[in-house]
């Protein structure tokens, strides 16, 4: 099984997720694409098996802009593929997460997990929970 783990973090924050979520994955014996949205390689994501994409909410809930243009170029080559998205917030109640995976749904993916939020900066035990929602996601 081919697992991308594509993620934009301005301070780290979503960063520290993705390593945890990477690690997993390949704890899990699966290939990995890992890699940031302003590098990533369209062709090589939307060939693997299961996507994980990671952005903090930025701007008034959206995606980090890097995300954004990554994801809006992979958003019709994703129907029937795994998906789960991740990320770090501050002060707001989820909603980029949610308009994210609504997009992700209309554009015919299937949720391999519900969305994964941690506030600001992962301490242990959340990146112990980036690892299990993973795995779970993956499998
Ligand atoms: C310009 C800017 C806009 C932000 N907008 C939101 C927001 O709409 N909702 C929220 O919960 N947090 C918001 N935040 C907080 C970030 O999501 C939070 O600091 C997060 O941990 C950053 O993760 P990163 O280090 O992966 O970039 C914003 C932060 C900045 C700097």
Known sequence: MKVAVIYASTT????AMANAISDAVK????????GTADS??????TSCDV??????AMGDEVL???MEEFFASIEGSISGKKTAIF???DWGDGQWLRDWAERISKAGAAAAAKPLMINLTPGDSDLAKCK????????
Do not use: C, M, Q, R
């Open 12 to 15: 780290g924050n979503t960063e």
């Open 27 to 34: 704890a899990a014996g699966a290939e990995l694409v890992f």
């Open 40 to 45: 990533a390689d369209k062709a090589a994501v």
């Open 51 to 56: 996507l994980l994409l990671g952005s903090p």
């Open 64 to 66: 980090e802009d890097s």
């Open 87 to 89: 990320g770090s917030y």
């Open 132 to 139: 299990d929602w993973a795995t779970a996601a993956i499998k």
